[in-house]
């Protein structure tokens, strides 16, 4: 059976194919529930799918979570994106007087609606002014811990060594080869 | 053919009702979709509501615009509610410098999936330190443009001669018995 991630984004299923070669991109537009619960927006979309069609499928959501706004923006980090840009998100931070954040990847798998799993990675990291070329929407404003450089100024090699995207498809990938 | 008022909130349905006797209460749990223009969440429900049955349906969004956060939160109102809560909220303008804001509420109507309409109240104002007793969510933020008073230190008829939700049903109102 194909392994189907379900995606819109070319960048994310790209990143996300060096890792695990097998998988086929498929666009599917899935109503995306508002929650504060990144788990929950992807299960609703997971059934989704497989109302629509069977298959195995893998659907990712990767947060951004400010100390400074308890949590937020988390999966709502799209909209802080598009209404203050990454610019205004580094302002707020610093007007807030607190940069501590972290970005955390969850991939939800399903087979069928009673065969839904959960792999998370997660890094730490800190909100800085943008810095670097502009490629994931926020990686020019997140320097993860122990690096004095953010997302963006690293190669993709680089990244994807640390990223809570690969930490994530590394757990996925274990479950799926046992 | 009953007008069903479709929330799980008794104070809004009580509000409504004031204005709009006719109006029964209906709990239906349908899906929020995260969308910053809030005629597309209402629109989404209204649409799902009439898969299940047929009916007239009203649904009402209220969300809080800020200028300093350039349309945040909008919709997105009750999950800054749930991280940062209404002092956390004040906080958070305060530090960015400019309390300017908007209170919108949206009504849509709709008995059959071709026959949508929207009907939007909005008023000016301000956001403060939470000041009156605790009801509405964010009332105790929000004064509106030429009082001295936030909505939460305002009697129930007081609010209800000035707030945006009034305006949106009287156009509902209007539209009803034209």
Known sequence: MTLYFIT???NKFLEVKKLLPEIEQLCLDLPEIQEIDPREIIRYKLLEAL?????EFIIEDTSLYFKCLNGLPGPLIKW???TIGVDGLARLVEALGDDRAEARTIIGYAK???EVYFFEGSVKGRIVSPRGEERFDWDRIFQPEGYNKTFAEM???EKNK???RSIAIRKL????ES
Do not use: A, P, Q, V
């Not at 990938?173 to 799926?176: A, G, I, N, P, V």
């Open 8 to 10: 819109g984004n070319k």
């Open 51 to 55: 109302k629509h069609r069977d298959g």
């Open 80 to 82: 802080f994106i598009k």
């Open 112 to 114: 069928s609606k009673n």
């Open 155 to 157: 190669t993709i090699e």
């Open 162 to 164: 640390i990223s809570m």
């Open 173 to 176: 990938k274990e479950f799926l």
